[in-house]
């Protein structure tokens, strides 16, 4: 049964990830709508360092959209509130944030927003995409809005 489960996940990751196949362009939230019902949100804070990566699992009880914001990203070096970083969220399979919905230019208030079509343990992963962090490390808060 578990099997199966994971096995239905994988299968819709690589279908949300071979339906962006072929366009290079990257679209990202300017707002992000939370369900208005049964959704819990989880926080997660840390910092990032230049060609840094974070990863946070989290369980999800049942099918539903997902959506993950970067609410902070500090501190702004020299004004510049459009700091790109990388933002997924997808499917926890065992150490790694695999498959789902990748967002490698996410700036402060953007997210990725993924529909889920069954329970399981998924992930929230901030990178430093394309090394632009000039900082020596950056702060930064993620909400994660799921079933």
């Known amino acids: 049964m578990r099997r199966s489960v994971r096995c239905r996940l994988l299968l819709v990751a690589l279908i949300v990830t071979a ?3 072929g366009d ?4 990202s ?12 949100t989880d926080t997660f804070t840390g910092t990032l360092t230049v ?4 990863t946070f699992p989290f369980p999800s009880s049942a ?14 070096t020299s004004g510049n509130t459009t700091l790109p970083v990388g933002l997924r969220i997808g499917v926890q399979v065992g150490t790694s944030c695999l498959y789902g919905t990748a967002n490698d230019k996410a700036v402060q208030g953007t997210g990725v927003q ?3 079509n069954d329970m399981g343990t998924w992930c929230v992963q901030i990178y430093d995409a394309m090394g632009t962090l000039t900082a020596n490390s950056e702060t ?8």
């Open 114 to 116: 993924l529909f889920a």
């Open 63 to 76: 099918s539903g959209p997902m959506f993950a914001t970067l609410i902070l990203l500090a501190p702004v």
């Open 24 to 27: 290079s362009s990257t679209t």
């Open 51 to 54: 060609n840094g990566i974070a």
């Open 19 to 21: 339906s962006a196949c």
């Open 140 to 147: 930064y808060q993620i909400d994660v809005t799921h079933p």
């Open 29 to 40: 939230l300017t707002s992000v709508t939370a369900p208005t019902s049964g959704g819990i």
